[in-house]
DNA sequence: CCGACTGTAAACAGAT
DNA sequence: TATCTGTTTACAGTCG
């Protein structure tokens, strides 16, 4: 992080952080000409030397501390005091500053010797001085903002030497002020240098005020200041041991750890202001405005949350409440991680981002008349379910991993990596094949079969944008689909016509040859008695037996090892999966339900419906052929009667206690709304015709570390 | 090769 | 009468 923004303040022109070269990168600029570079390393010198009585307050602490705990006979051994500062992890050094570990302290404390009274005198001296510096700081900018402007009006008008009196008189006014400050702060670093406080570091120049203003807008000098004082405190929290620098302790990156004295509207994550010269002369609101640690009056430290009126009190506030200490570098360091976790989360949403890109670019590149695919595996499904079997993988054995890998390893085009992987399985079952054309249904295709259970509504709800908009056949059997209709909707039933709506809705695909695939639709509902139809007043809605659409799936579940195999291609249909895959899930738990909470069909769906397969086919393990459906004839429920004996598929559903779907044999509901069967038919439909599904919610898809892609490969 | 499953087509009947 | 809904049959293909 610190890295980055270490970076880009390089990039923005601002001085290396070996202070002795620092301004180099301006010598270019015929506007910076004749401006020491001096000059602002001077000022930061006292910059920093405010940053060190800081620390000094916590060192007096500390200090005390280690007095009584020698008193006490609790002697600090040598050998710790002399740990070098560069045991200091440099990713901290560099993240945070002002971040000390003991051994610094003691370090610093070794080093330093004074006594509390020393201290707590100097520390008054220099909050005057700060005070002092401050207000001479805000009239300085205003002056140089005059400056700035006068000096943009002469560079407009293309005449620079006539006017350039006046300027130069408030050059010489801001060369006076500053001026004071300096003599300040130069008298208060001979204070502390005679209490060997503060060694100067040899590399820096001395000051030299006399070419400060020439030529400097005031935002560039500003600018300048922080960014070398950014710089020079990380150089120096790096570089150097005795002048390890705590900064100041309310501030948490060096990007912010401009002394209070600075604009606060200082470079934040980087930014440089060089490019937003508009931002000079910050007034006390704006400062306030700019504080990432303050706003709506209320400090924003972690945990902090304390009314501040104004921002003088905020950092007052700051100084007395978040001075450094134990506390304050504990939450500075809890912050830190929780910046790192989620620049990590961030860099690899960043990844997945890509790699999805990559992968439906070539997608779109791919010549469409290939012989084969009518079912055409949309690529970022087989990104989605390399992702989803992940998922499981991630909370499984390796083992199971590579074989459920290796069980259906055509399925899984794991592409990210390998852009011009072909991504439609050629060879088996995995995925459909049909002809040329997606709009014709030929006579050969393939769907998944349901023993791979790639769960469809995890499917649908990863793809729903896809299969709303491309013109592929979603690789599920109308059985499925239609059950999945069903149970998306509220009631867990449906009309025809609103099976109908829902294929057309979700599918691009059912928005053409409607006589064919709602034909289809009718039979199975028809056929499989999964389907059950119930007849209400205004007419008859369809349900799902689950047990009876369980029951299609000639599923052994047993204790059979062989079964693991099994179970990994079926993905939701075992239940030795099951408590892998609610922890799988329980993983996923916040984004999930974050988008399910939408009104989205999604993942969470996903998992009551295999809860519910998982249940129906639990179920249907402890029930025996006498718990088919009323109405069936015996001759259908044989017809369907698959043997299933898993003692744990039994130990499966006691665990999950999951309800069936309302399994009181359908009670008849009168539905509450006409069928909207009106807004659909062939032809193209509005895909945004949903009442529960929000297309732009679609985005939000939630992926699972994807480590183990490598297993898909 | 067989049987189960699936998709497609079509005939048919009843309801609207 | 036309359309919708629902049932049934037939056939072909896939897959284990």
Request: glycine share 4%.
């Given at each position: ?5 270490g ?6 022109g601002?001085?290396?952080?070996n ?5 180099n990168h301006?010598?270019?600029?015929s ?25 000094q307050?916590?060192l007096?602490?500390a200090r ?5 705990q ?7 051994p040598?050998?710790n005091?002399k740990?070098p500062?560069?045991q ?5 050094a560099?993240m945070?500053p ?6 610094q302290?003691?370090q ?12 707590q005198?100097l ?8 005070l002092q ?5 805000e009239?300085?900018?205003?002056q140089?903002?005059q400056l700035?402007?006068?000096l ?24 006076q ?11 208060h ?14 590399g820096q120049?001395?000051l030299?005020l006399q070419?400060?203003?020439?030529g ?8 300048l200041?922080k960014?070398?004082t950014?710089?020079?405190?990380m ?19 060096p990007s912010t750890?401009?002394?209070k ?9 980087g ?5 937003t010269?508009?931002r000079?002369g ?5 400062q ?9 009056g ?14 003088g009190?905020?950092?007052?506030h700051?100084?007395?409440?978040h001075?450094l ?16 976790q989620l ?5 690899k ?6 790699a ?22 949309p ?5 989605c ?5 992940n998922?499981l993988?991630l ?30 399985p050629v ?12 709009h014709?249904?030929?006579p ?25 908009n ?10 499925s689909?239609?059950r ?10 449906l ?10 809705r979700?599918?691009a ?12 639709v009718r039979?199975?509902?028809s056929?499989?008695?999964c ?12 349900t799902?037996d689950?047990?009876?659409?369980q029951?299609r ?8 090892p062989?079964?693991?195999?099994n179970?990994?291609t079926s993905?939701g ?13 329980a ?8 988008t399910?909470?939408?009104?989205h ?13 998982l249940?129906g086919?639990v179920e ?6 006498s ?5 069936r004839s015996?001759?259908?429920t044989?017809?369907y ?14 665990k ?5 779907m ?8 009168v ?9 659909m038919?062939?032809?193209p ?6 009442e529960?599904?929000?297309p732009?919610l ?11 892609n490598?297993?898909?490969?």
């Open positions: 992080m610190m890295q980055e923004s970076t880009e303040v390089a990039n923005n601002s001085p290396n952080q202070g002795a070269s620092s301004g301006y010598s270019d600029s506007v910076r000409d004749g401006r020491s570079n001096g000059d602002i390393s001077s000022i930061e010198v006292t910059t920093a030397d405010i940053i060190h009585l800081q620390q307050q916590a007096q602490v005390q501390l280690l007095l009584q020698q008193a006490s006979g609790l002697k600090s040598k050998g005091d740990q500062t560069l200091v992890p440099v990713s901290v560099m945070t002002q971040v000390i570990t003991p051994q302290m003691q610093i404390l070794q080093q330093q010797v004074l006594t509390p009274q020393q201290l005198a520390l008054q001296q220099q909050q005057a001085i700060m510096q401050q207000q001479l700081q009239f300085y900018k205003k140089q903002e700035h402007l006068q943009l009006q002469q560079q407009h008008a293309g005449k620079p030497t006539k006017e350039q009196q006046q300027p130069l008189s408030h050059q010489l006014a801001l060369q002020q500053l001026l004071q400050v300096q003599q300040l702060q130069q008298q670093i001979m204070t502390l240098q005679r209490q060997g406080l503060l060694t100067v570091q040899p120049p001395t030299s070419t400060l203003a020439q400097m807008t005031p935002t560039e000098l500003q600018q200041w960014e070398v950014a710089a020079h405190i150089e120096e929290s790096i570089t150097k041991n005795g002048g390890l620098d705590l900064s100041t302790s309310s501030i948490c990156s750890a401009t002394p004295t600075s604009t606060p509207g200082s470079l934040m994550n930014q440089s202001m060089l490019h010269p508009k000079e910050l007034s006390h609101e704006e306030a405005g700019n504080h990432p640690l303050y706003g709506h209320v400090c924003k430290w972690p945990g902090c949350e304390a009314c501040c009126d104004d921002f009190h905020f950092l007052k700051l100084n007395n409440e001075a200490d134990d506390r304050s570098t504990a939450q500075c360091r809890v912050q830190m991680q929780v910046v790192q620049e990590l989360q961030l860099a949403d960043k990844e997945r981002l890509q999805m890109m990559t992968h439906l670019h070539v997608k779109s590149t791919e010549p469409k008349h290939t012989p084969q695919p009518m079912f055409l595996m690529k970022i499904k087989g990104l379910l390399a992702i989803t079997k998922k993988n909370v499984s054995s390796v083992t199971l991993s590579k074989t459920a890998s290796e069980a259906s390893p055509q399925s899984l085009p794991h592409t990210p990596t390998t852009p011009t992987t072909p991504i439609t060879t088996q079952g995995a995925s459909v094949i049909t002809p040329t054309s997606m014709s249904m030929g050969i295709r393939r769907r998944y079969p349901d023993k791979y259970n790639v769960p469809i509504s995890s499917d649908i709800a990863q793809n729903q944008e896809f299969y709303k491309a013109d592929v056949r979603p690789p599920f059997t109308y059985a689909l239609i999945q209709a069903i149970l998306e909707s509220p009631e867990k039933q009309t025809l016509n609103e099976i109908y709506n829902w294929f057309t979700m599918f695909y059912f928005r053409r040859n409607a006589a064919t695939w709602k034909n289809a039979h199975n509902l056929l499989h008695k389907f059950v139809r119930v007849e209400n007043v205004k007419g008859a809605v369809w799902v689950e047990i009876e659409f029951k799936r000639p599923q052994k579940i047993s204790g059979n062989s079964i693991i195999k179970l990994q993905l249909y075992g239940s030795p999966l099951s408590a892998a895959l609610q922890a799988s899930m993983e996923n738990n916040i984004p999930l339900y974050t399910a909470s939408m009104g069909p999604t993942i969470a769906t996903m998992v009551s419906n295999i809860h519910e397969e249940n086919a249907h393990a402890n029930s025996n052929e718990d088919s459906s009323p109405g015996p001759l259908q044989m017809r009667g698959f043997p299933l004996d898993s003692p744990a598929s039994i130990s499966a559903q006691l999950s206690g999951i309800h069936l309302s399994n009181p044999r359908y009670p008849i509901h539905k509450e709304e006409p069928v909207d069967a009106e807004e038919e062939e032809g439909l509005s895909l945004v015709t949903t529960n599904h929000s732009e679609d985005n939000h898809k939630e992926y699972e570390e994807d480590q183990g490598e297993d898909m490969e």
